[in-house]
C-alpha cells in the first residue's frame, strides 16, 4: 500500500495542536446538478441509509436522483444567501468565533479548521492542510449534540479513512455528543427565556429533532434517548411541567416507520386538542439550515395553522450566539487541558537530515 505523503512536511517544522470543527454539509449550489452531486454522496453513505448496497444503489441511481434533486434545488434556492447556505455560512461564523478564541487563549499552538461531511470543504482536505501545518494532535468537534451513527459515527468513518491513507496520523481525540453538557443546557434555555421575554409564552413549547428510521433505535442507536434526555434537561432548567413541552422528529424519508411523534402530524393534531400556539425550537440543530429555516419555519408553520392554530414562532438554532461559543469553545479547553506541543524541533530534523532526509 501506499500511504499518502505530507507535501509540505519538514522534519524542523514545529508541531501544532489541531481542532476540526465539522457539521453535515451543503451543496455547492442550489442547483439541480449541484444538488444531485451533495446527495449522492449523503445518500450513498452506509451510516445514512442502512439498505443493502445493490438495492439501494438502483433506488438511489434509478429513481432519487432523478426526481429529488430539482425539488431540493428549488428549497434550497429559498433559503439562500450571497455567502452560500446557511449552514455554511454559520459553521464558517462559528468556526471564526473558535479560532479567536483558541488565538487568544494558546497563540499559534491551535489551529482550527471546518469541514463538512459531505460536500466541500471535505473532512480529507481539511485534514491534509491541518498536518502539513504541523499538526500532530487533533481534537475532532463534529457540531451534533447528540450522538447518531448516522452523523457523529459517520463523520468518525471518514476522518479514520483518511487516517489509513497517511503514514503519519495524529493522536486524536473525538467528541462523540454533549447532549447533557451544562453549558449547552444552559445556552438553549436562555434562548427561550430571551424569546419568552419578547413574544410572550405559548401554549406549548415543541422540541424538534431531526429523525432517523425507529430499527435504528432499536438496533442500538442511542440518539433517540439522548434527544429525550436534551428535552428533559432543557424543561427542568426552565421550570416546565410535562404537558407544556412536546419532544418530537422531523425530516422523515422514505416509507418505514421512523422515530415518533412525528413534527408535522404533531402540529396538525394539536389545533383540535385545544393547543392555539406553539413555539418551535431544534435542539439538535447547531447552525439554521435548510431543515429549520424552510421546513420548519416555513412548511410546518403552514400545517397547524391551516389545520386551526393561531399562532406559531420558531425560536432560532444558537448559531453564533455568545453562550454557544461560550460552550463549544469549554469543550475545546477540556480535550486540549493536558496537550503541550514541542516547537523546536532541531534534534529531530538533525537526526532526520542524517539518515538522508532532505528537510
Known sequence: MKYQS??????????????LITNLGTPDAPTPKALKRYLKEFLWDPRVVEVPRPIWW??????ILNIRPKRSAHAYSTVWTEEGSPLMVHTKNQTEALKQRCEKAYGDD????FAMRYGNPSISSTL??????????????PLYPQYCASTSGSTFDAVANDFKQRRWMPELRFISNYCD????????????ESHWASHGRADKLILSYHGI??????????????CHKTSRLIAEKLGLGKDEYMTTFQSRFGREE??????????????????????VMCPGFSSDCLETIEEIGIENRDYFLEAGGERYEYIESLNSDKAHIDMLFSLIQTNLSDWNVEKDNKLRH???CQMGAKD
Open 110 to 113: 491551535v489551529v482550527v479548521e
Open 6 to 19: 505530507q507535501t509540505q512536511f519538514t522534519h524542523k517544522q514545529a508541531d501544532k495542536i489541531g481542532v
Open 213 to 226: 428510521p425507529k430499527r435504528y433505535l432499536t438496533n442500538g442507536d442511542p440518539y433517540h434517548c439522548e
Open 258 to 279: 421512523w422515530l415518533t411523534p412525528y413534527t408535522d402530524e404533531t402540529l396538525k393534531s394539536l389545533p383540535e386538542k385545544g393547543v392555539k400556539s406553539v413555539q
Open 128 to 141: 491534509d492542510r491541518m498536518l502539513n501545518a504541523g499538526v500532530r494532535k487533533l481534537v475532532v468537534l
Open 181 to 192: 453538557n451544562e453549558g449547552y443546557i444552559k445556552a438553549l434555555a436562555e434562548k427561550v
Open 350 to 352: 538533525e537526526l532526520a
Open 58 to 63: 438502483a433506488i438511489l441511481n434509478l429513481v
